[in-house]
C-alpha cells in the first residue's frame, strides 16, 4: 500500500543530491526490495569501489557518444516545448562538466558555474539479476520499480545511469568488479535532494495492445 501511494511521487531527479548520507536503515530498505523480486542490490561503499565506478561509466558515456545513431536518438526525445512524451530539457539537470565523477547524458538541461563539482560522494547501487534471459529482464524491471518506489517511499530521490550497462565490455567488468554471479540490470544514484519534475506519459492504448473487452 506505501509503495502504491508512491507511484505518483516518484520521478527520476538529474539535479544533484545533498550531501546528507543515506542512513542504514533506508539502504537495508533497498537492498530488501530488490531481494523480495529474487534480484540483488549492491551499494558501492568506500572512495576506490565509486570512484573506479565513476571511470568506468566515464568511457561507457564515451563510447556511446561516438555513434552518431545514439546521439540522434537521444535528442529525438529531448523536448524544448510541451509535448506528449519525451523528456523535457528542464528534466535533464545542469550541464555535464568534465571534472564530475558521472557522466551526464547532456539533455540540454541547465548551465552552471564551471568548475565545481556536481556531487562530492554520491551513493551508487547496482541492480543485478540472476541471468539476462527475457525472464531475467522481466524480473529485474520489476525489482527496479520495486527499489525506485521504495526509494521514493523513504524520501529519497534517485536517477538511472545506464551506460555502463548498454556497452557489453563494461557491463561485464562492472559485474567482476562487484564479484557478483548474475547481470548486471541498471545502476542508480541515490539521496537526498529537491523534488524531481515529471515528465509527460502516453495514454496506455498507444503503448499496450488490448483485447476489444479490455479497451
Known amino acids: ?4 501511494a508512491a507511484i505518483p511521487r516518484r520521478f527520476s531527479n538529474r539535479a544533484p543530491f545533498w550531501p546528507d548520507p543515506v542512513p542504514a536503515d533506508a539502504r537495508w530498505r533497498l537492498t530488501e526490495a530488490a531481494r523480495a523480486e529474487q ?3 549492491e551499494l558501492l561503499v568506500g572512495v576506490s569501489a565509486v570512484n573506479a ?6 568511457s561507457s ?3 556511446l557518444e561516438r555513434s552518431p545513431q545514439y546521439r540522434a536518438e537521444r535528442q529525438e526525445w529531448v523536448r524544448s516545448a510541451p509535448a506528449p512524451d519525451g523528456i523535457p530539457a528542464a528534466s535533464g539537470g545542469p550541464q555535464g562538466e568534465p571534472q564530475d565523477l558521472l557522466p551526464s547524458r547532456g539533455f540540454g538541461g541547465l548551465d552552471r558555474a564551471p568548475g565545481r563539482d556536481f556531487e562530492p560522494e ?8 540472476p541471468g539476462n534471459t527475457a525472464v531475467d529482464q522481466v524480473v529485474a524491471g520489476q525489482a527496479l520499480q520495486r527499489v525506485l518506489l ?3 517511499d523513504s524520501g529519497l530521490a534517485a536517477s538511472m545511469l545506464s551506460q555502463p550497462i548498454e556497452v557489453p565490455s563494461a557491463r561485464e567488468q562492472l559485474r567482476l568488479s562487484l564479484g557478483r554471479f548474475g547481470t548486471p540490470q541498471m545502476v542508480l544514484r541515490v539521496g537526498y535532494g529537491q523534488p524531481g519534475w515529471p515528465t509527460p506519459r502516453r495514454d496506455v492504448g498507444e ?5 476489444v473487452s479490455q479497451v
Not at 1 to 4: D, G
Not at 207 to 211: E, F, I, K, S
Open 207 to 211: 503503448v499496450l495492445d488490448l483485447p
Open 150 to 152: 521504495t526509494a521514493t
Open 122 to 129: 554520491p551513493l551508487v547501487a547496482v541492480l543485478g539479476s
Open 39 to 41: 534480484c540483488w542490490l
Open 53 to 58: 565506478f565513476g571511470e568506468l561509466a566515464r
Open 61 to 63: 558515456h564515451r563510447v
Open 1 to 4: 500500500q506505501a509503495l502504491h
